[in-house]
C-alpha cells in the first residue's frame, strides 16, 4: 500500500511527463527554461531564505532555496545537526547554492542510511533537477554518513567537507581509544549496523577503510578540526583518515584549530570552507580518470612556452634558472635587473602543468643544455582541468627531473599565488580557485619540507594585497610586480653558493 508521499512524488512524475507529452504535441518549436516542481511542506524562514520542511521516504528533510539560482543547481547536503553554525551554509546560499538535509540520525551511516541517501539523491536530482555532484557536509557523528555514501557513489560527489567528524565508530561512539565514546550510542550503532561489539572491532565499514574509491575518483577533501578534541580525537579519526588519503594519492586538506576542542564546529569566518567549496562543488560530472598514470593531457584553449637564456655564451657568473608561467615572466625582468653584475639569468616559462608529460619535455630541454647554480620554480596556476592527486603524483617526478639533470643547482620552491575577483574593487574577494591553490602549495610542501628546500612563499605576499593586482584578479600591476621581484631576487641571493658569490666579484 503506497503511503501519500509517495502518491505525491507518483503525481509529481505524471505530471511532468504529461507537461512534455503536451509540449511535444503543440509543435512549438523554440523550447523554454525547464520547470521543475516546488518542494513540499511547510515553508518557513532560514536566514532570509525559503525553507521547506517535508517527509520522504519515512524521513524528514529541509531544502532550502537561494534567492537567485546558480546556474547548473549546485548544492551543498548537510549530514547532521541542520542550522547548527551555519555560517558556511547561509555563505553558499547566498552563491545560489540549495542547502539539503535528510534526518538519519541514529543510523551511524550503516547501509539503511547509504540507501536513504541514495533515495533522497535521486529525488533532488531526477525530480528537481538538482546537479548530480552535491558537496557533501558532515559535523561530528555526520563524518560517518558523509564518508560512507561517498564510497559507495564516488561518481556522485563534488567534495567533502567534514568538521570534527567521525572517522571511525570504534572511536566514537565506541570509545575503544582515548576518548569516553557514549555507551547508549554504541548500543545503536551495533544494532544499526547488525553486528556484535567482537565483529564490530574488526569490521572495514568505517571511513578510514573506505577511502580508495574517493581517491580514484579524485574527489577532494577539506577538514576542520580542533586540535583538543576530547570527543572524537583528531589522532584516532582524521589524522588516521589524512594519511591514509594522501597515501593513495587523494587530495586532503585539513585546517587546525589549535586548543579547541570538539566544540565549536565551522569557522568563525568560513571563507576557507566557502572558497574550497565554490572551487570543486558547482556539481558538474566530470570525474576524474581512474588511471591517473594513463591519463590523456588536458589541453587549454591557447598554450605557450617561452625560453630565455641571457649570456648563453658567457661562464663568468653563476647563472639563475626561474620556472614558472605568465606570473614569473612578470617579474623576471625585474629580477634579473635586481641580479644585474651577480648572476646571469634565464627563464622558462609556460602554460602547461606538471600533470602534462609535455612540461617535463621543456624543462628538460633546457636543463641539459645549461648547468644552473640556483633554480626558482613554480607550477600550479594553469591545468585546472586536473585532479590535486594528479598534481600530488606529478610533483615528485618534477624534484626528481630538477636533482637529474642539475644536481649540484639550489632550488627554491615559490609558491603559487592567489586569484582574486575585483581586485581593484571596494569590495575584492578570493577566487574559488584560491582554494585549489593552498591545496597544491600544501601538496608541494609535502615533498619540499622534507627535502629541505627553500620557500619562497609569494602566495603569503599577496594574499592580503589585492592592489598588487591587475584588474584581471590573476595577474600583478607595477606595484605588485616590485614586491615579487625585491622578495625573489632576496630569495635567490640567499642561496648562491660560496663559489658563486666568489665567481660574483
Not at 523550447?31 to 532560514?46: D, W
Not at 567482537?198 to 577538514?223: F, K, S, W, Y
Amino acid at each position: 500500500m503506497r503511503t501519500a508521499e509517495h502518491r505525491n512524488v507518483f503525481s509529481v512524475i505524471l505530471s511532468i511527463l504529461f507537461s512534455a507529452m503536451m509540449f511535444s504535441l503543440s509543435g512549438v518549436a523554440e523550447a523554454g527554461p525547464v520547470e521543475f516542481p516546488l518542494f513540499p511542506g511547510a515553508r518557513s524562514s532560514f536566514h532570509s531564505y525559503d525553507r521547506y520542511d517535508f517527509t520522504y521516504a519515512g524521513r524528514a528533510c529541509i531544502v532550502v532555496v537561494p534567492k537567485t539560482i546558480a546556474a547548473g543547481k549546485p548544492w551543498i547536503w548537510r549530514a547532521r545537526f541542520f542550522g547548527h553554525e551555519p555560517q558556511t551554509d547561509v555563505a553558499l546560499l547566498e552563491k545560489g547554492f540549495h542547502v539539503a538535509y535528510i534526518d538519519v540520525a541514529g543510523l551511524f551511516g550503516a547501509p539503511q542510511a547509504v540507501a536513504l541517501w541514495d533515495q533522497f539523491h535521486a529525488y533532488l536530482t531526477q525530480i528537481h533537477g538538482f546537479a548530480q555532484l552535491p558537496a557533501l557536509e558532515g559535523m561530528s557523528r555526520g563524518g560517518l554518513i558523509i564518508y560512507n555514501w561517498a564510497a559507495k557513489n564516488p561518481d556522485k560527489v563534488a567534495c567533502i567537507y567534514a568538521d570534527a567528524p567521525v572517522c571511525d565508530f570504534k572511536s566514537w561512539p565506541g570509545g575503544k581509544g582515548t576518548g569516553p565514546g557514549s555507551a547508549t550510542d554504541w548500543t545503536k550503532c551495533l544494532q544499526a549496523y547488525g553486528v556484535t561489539e567482537a565483529q564490530a572491532l574488526t569490521a572495514t565499514c568505517n571511513p578510514i577503510d573506505q577511502l580508495e574509491p574517493l581517491a580514484r575518483a579524485g574527489v577532494p577533501l577539506l577538514h576542520v578540526v580542533g586540535d583538543a578534541d576530547e570527543v572524537v580525537p583528531v589522532a584516532e579519526n582524521t589524522a588516521i583518515l589524512e594519511q591514509r588519503y594522501q597515501a593513495l594519492g587523494g587530495s586532503i586538506r585539513v585546517i587546525h584549530k589549535p586548543g579547541i576542542g570538539h566544540h565549536p564546529h565551522s569557522l568563525e569566518d568560513p571563507a576557507p570552507i566557502v572558497q574550497f567549496i565554490l572551487a570543486h562543488g558547482r556539481g558538474d560530472t566530470y570525474v576524474a580518470p581512474t588511471n591517473l598514470e594513463a591519463t590523456e593531457a588536458v589541453r587549454e584553449r591557447i598554450e605557450w612556452c617561452d625560453i630565455w637564456i641571457t649570456n648563453a655564451e658567457k661562464h663568468d657568473l653563476p647563472r639563475v634558472l626561474l620556472i614558472g608561467d605568465s606570473i614569473a615572466r612578470g617579474y623576471f625582468g625585474g629580477v634579473e635587473k635586481a641580479l644585474e653584475g651577480q648572476a646571469n639569468c634565464a627563464r622558462l616559462t609556460t602554460s602547461r602543468c606538471i600533470c602534462d608529460p609535455v612540461f617535463f619535455d621543456e624543462l628538460e630541454m633546457v636543463l641539459r643544455q645549461y648547468a644552473f647554480d640556483v633554480i626558482h620554480f613554480n607550477n600550479g596556476l594553469h591545468g585546472w582541468g586536473y585532479t590535486e592527486a594528479q598534481y600530488r603524483k606529478a610533483f615528485p617526478k618534477l624534484l626528481d627531473t630538477l636533482r637529474r639533470e642539475n644536481p649540484n643547482a639550489q632550488l627554491i620552491w615559490a609558491t603559487i599565488t592567489p586569484v582574486w575577483v575585483g581586485a581593484n574593487d571596494d569590495s575584492p574577494r578570493l577566487d574559488g580557485k584560491t582554494e585549489r591553490v593552498r591545496q597544491r602549495n600544501d601538496i608541494a610542501m609535502e615533498f619540499v619540507r622534507p627535502a629541505g628546500l627553500a620557500v619562497d612563499d609569494l602566495f603569503a605576499l599577496a594574499i592580503d594585497h589585492p592592489d598588487y593586482y591587475s584588474p584581471d584578479g590573476v595577474h600583478f600591476n607595477n606595484e605588485g610586480k616590485t614586491a615579487q621581484v625585491r622578495q625573489v631576487a632576496r630569495s635567490i641571493l640567499a642561496q648562491l653558493t660560496p663559489r658563486a658569490s666568489e665567481k660574483a666579484h
